[in-house]
């Protein structure tokens, strides 16, 4: 735009109104960026309106300045909206000093019955008689913000949406990469002598609980559980760094206590300091049913004894990996399997759901559905329906793991 001036003639204006709106309109619908139509605006307000000084406060998550022209960073700065400008619903044209000195008009700009800009204009041409064309156009100029303050907020949006698109697209990459360390129940043992079945339901679409189970030679499995202190994508990012960290070092020979050590170091290393994980670990020779273990600081996993019809817990060896720099020690628990027993290990997201009365759940509802001769399959299956563990129950605040181990 060039240097004139409003048009006198009550036809020019309107002329001009119209062709600065569809200049505008021409500018947004082109898609221009933020710059550009601040440009465009402040050129309409100070060339051809004869506005001195322009000061365009905008609403994002707070108030910000979007445009200044013209007026003093010390004004700037000491204006607070919402203590000085928020009872404006109105133009102000006789605006009271203090603070606002050297301000002449309050412009106001709503969008659904909601402040979302403010307009402040000083340094007013009055063009020597009659009055100022800022007076007679102000509902002009109001119109004017309101379209480019929403256009530009509209860009804003639209970018952040594209932001949030991008990533939910990486979530969701995210989580599949993660289901895929999670063993796939159709590929895990159901046979006269083992029966596995694991359930897993995430917080977010990605989070910190890990099991797993392993065969680690014809006679020796191992198996475990883990979770990862806090929720989201570092804590699956860790978790997954621990995945193959134990995959890589879990033998059958090799010493659980040594195995704990060596993942302690890990993550202490990856982690540095600023995550931990709770962790159980098991190793069972199904030649002789002996069945080794370490918990890791982990909730107590639930042996169930159906041929005894006895139920006791898989109890605290050490603390948990990642919360020293070095485990001060370690103690490697051994039991003798009697036939048809259930190992379940769960997360806390499971025990720590509330009942009726607002007390965590802990185990009594491994207890309820666990203790009889069905198959662990069945046994979680029913768990979860009676618990109503899935992604539209609002009482779930964490992520949910169960891993059921049934030896024949």
Partial sequence: MNELRLPKSRLEVLKFKLDALLDITLQINANQPTDVLLSKYESILRNYLGIGKVLLFIFREKWEVLLNAGFSDILKNKIDVEQDLLRYQDIITDVPKGKLKGVDIIIPVFNNNAPLAYVLIGDIDEEGEGMSPVIKHQNYIQTISSIIVVAIENQRLFKESLKQEAMRKELEVAARMQMALIPDNNRLPVNEQLRIQGFYNPHYEVGGDYYDFLRLDEQTIGFCIADVSGKGVSAA???????????????????????????????????????????????????SRNLEYINAAHNPPVLIDLENNEISKLGASCVGIGMLDEIPSIRRASILLP??????????????????????????????????????????????????????????????????????
Avoid: W
Wanted: negative net charge; proline residues 1%.
């Fill in 237 to 287: 990012m860790l978790m997954s760094n621990f995945q193959a960290s134990l995959r890589a070092i879990f033998t059958s020979t090799i010493d659980l206590g040594s195995l704990v050590i060596k993942l302690n170091e890990i993550i202490n290393h990856n982690a540095a300091g600023e995550k931990f994980i709770t962790f159980f670990v098991a190793r069972v020779n199904l030649s």
């Fill in 339 to 408: 036939s048809g027993v259930k190992i379940i290990c769960y997360t806390d997201g499971l025990s720590e759901l509330k009942d009726d009365n607002g007390n965590d759940i802990g185990t009594s509802y491994i207890e309820k559905h666990f203790t009889n001769k069905k198959d662990v399959r069945d046994n979680i299956k029913a768990l979860i329906e009676d618990l109503d563990i899935s992604d539209n129950n609002p009482a779930l605040f964490d992520d949910v793991s169960i891993l059921a181990v049934e030896i024949l």
